[in-house]
């Protein structure tokens, strides 16, 4: 298993996982649901109309942070936003409901991944395990 697909599983297994960004200086979250691992990569998004959106452009260092039972994972890196509409179409058929709503409202889905990633998995006594993605 590659060190994108042991991030993919964790969020999977994890279900419901928090997105870290800056506002300004200061910290914010939010759950995030959505993750796609497609050709290696491993694809968030969020619509542009957003703040969590404005934040990323701003400044594109943020974590994301996933609980699954007794572990939790760290995964960091830079954004790297992505127009693609062929990665769009696959979002489409994976959350159709999501995707329509965007598109009776206008709105636009922003798709990105992180680049210079890195990953921890962690007990709340121990490193379970730990690598650059």
Avoid at 23 to 37: C, Q, V
Avoid at 80 to 91: C, G, P, Q, T, Y
Avoid at 112 to 117: Q, V
């Amino acid at each position: 298993m590659t060190n994108i697909e042991k991030v993919n599983q964790f969020l999977d297994e994890a279900k419901i996982f928090y997105f870290l960004t800056t506002d300004g200086d200061k910290p914010k979250g939010r759950p995030f649901g959505f993750h796609m691992l497609d050709d290696g990569k491993l694809y968030f998004g969020c619509g542009t109309f957003k703040n969590v959106f404005s934040q990323l452009m701003q400044n594109p260092h943020v974590e994301v942070l996933a609980v699954n039972g007794n572990e939790f994972m760290r995964y960091d890196g830079t954004v790297k936003i992505v127009k693609d509409e062929a990665l769009l179409e696959k979002v489409r058929t994976a959350m159709p409901q999501i995707m329509n709503l965007y598109d009776k409202n206008g709105w636009e889905m922003g798709m990105f991944y992180l680049e210079n990633g890195h990953a921890e998995i962690r007990g709340m006594m121990d490193l379970k395990d730990e690598f650059d993605v």
